[in-house]
């Protein structure tokens, strides 16, 4: 994680210092509620994005959309071979 944050080049040394010394302040439930939330807005970007390349699809289609690409190509097809709907 740390790799990442040292190669990005629009936040500075000093903005990552803050940060990092912000998150260590917290604790192990709130930064375990902050991951769970960035893993919610992801999983929404991720569905909005099916969504918009697939506008026909319904809720559901979404649903199994974003679950092919969760789970792989391979253990989708073998747990849900009757659902053809792609990402």
């Known amino acids: 994680l740390l790799k990442f944050f040292h ?3 629009d ?3 000093e903005a990552r210092k803050v940060y990092f010394s912000l998150l260590k302040q ?3 439930t709130e930064r375990a509620d ?3 939330a ?3 807005q992801i999983h929404q970007i991720a ?4 969504h918009h390349r697939h506008p026909e699809y319904s809720s559901e289609d979404v649903h199994w959309a ?3 690409l969760t789970l792989g190509e391979k253990l989708f097809t ?6 053809l709907v792609k990402p």
């Open 47 to 50: 569905k909005a994005g099916i």
């Open 11 to 13: 936040t500075s040394s």
């Open 7 to 9: 190669m990005r080049t």
């Open 26 to 28: 917290k604790s192990t």
């Open 34 to 36: 902050m991951a769970m």
């Open 78 to 83: 073998d747990c849900f071979p009757h659902i």
């Open 66 to 68: 974003f679950m092919r």
């Open 38 to 40: 960035l893993s919610a």
